[in-house]
T-cell receptor, first 112, second 113 residues
Framework: KAGVTQTPRYLIKTRGQQVTLSCSPI?????VSWYQQTPGQGLQFLFE???????NKGNFPGRFSGRQFSNSRSEMNVSTLELGDSALYLC???????????FGPGTRLLVL | GQQVMQIPQYQHVQEGEDFTTYCNSS?????IQWYKQRPGGHPVFLIQ?????EVKKQKRLTFQFGEAKKNSSLHITATQTTDVGTYFC?????????????FGQGTILTVHP
């Protein structure tokens, strides 16, 4: 089976812009979670989607949002980008909730 | 909110030496998962521990879950250069935060040949 794919892999934006990142889970997986990884803060949970519904949300401002489509693909959106949003954004999928998560390669976002 | 503390932050070993990383929480952990992230890579699932006092082994890796479910450890025997990377523990929450993962800060392991 193909693994989790994320697009784009790299992105450069400027402050104030918005960005949309995409995640395609492993075929058959219905749960998708998003994480932000930075050297200072480590891996931080953003949100989890299952059956097109957000099931959990981490401690991030409302500028961070996401959605999941009927085919389980997911997108996350960050509006009004700030310098501190520069990070590796990782998506992970699992067959069902609370099961092993398989991470994608991530999207590296640089905000200038 | 819940915090998962992981120590040490860094560990440098000579190839062949053993390595241990510890994961601690002030609150009871639900399910502990361990991941490894190679430099430039993404986290890869290693194992999940669910039961109090559980011990699991994968070749040279031994994982333990504390009796009180407030700590966990990963021990690598006779490290190899392929063990280089960052090891993360995380708690997969139950209850009202069902499914939410809280990661430790990770332990960066360097193995000198």
């Amino acid at each position: 089976k193909a693994g989790v794919t994320q697009t784009p892999r790299y992105l450069i934006k400027t402050r104030g812009q918005q960005v949309t990142l995409s995640c395609s889970p492993i075929s058959g997986h219905r749960s998708v979670s998003w994480y932000q990884q930075t050297p200072g803060q480590g891996l931080q949970f953003l949100f989890e989607y299952f059956s097109e519904t957000q099931r959990n949300k981490g401690n991030f401002p409302g500028r961070f949002s996401g959605r999941q489509f009927s085919n389980s693909r997911s997108e996350m959106n960050v509006s009004t980008l700030e310098l501190g949003d520069s990070a590796l954004y990782l998506c992970a999928s699992s067959l069902h909730r609370m099961e092993t998560q398989y991470f994608g390669p991530g999207t590296r976002l640089l905000v200038l | 909110g819940q915090q998962v503390m992981q120590i040490p932050q860094y560990q440098h070993v000579q190839e062949g030496e053993d390595f241990t990383t510890y994961c601690n929480s002030s609150t009871t952990l639900s399910n502990i998962q361990w991941y490894k992230q190679r430099p430039g890579g993404h986290p890869v699932f290693l194992i999940q521990l669910v039961k109090s006092g559980e011990v699991k082994k994968q070749k040279r890796l031994t994982f333990q879950f504390g009796e009180a479910k407030k700590n966990s450890s990963l021990h690598i025997t006779a490290t190899q250069t392929t063990d280089v990377g960052t090891y993360f523990c995380c708690d997969r929450a139950g209850g009202t935060s069902y499914g939410k993962l809280t990661f430790g800060q990770g332990t960066i392991l360097t193995v000198h040949p």
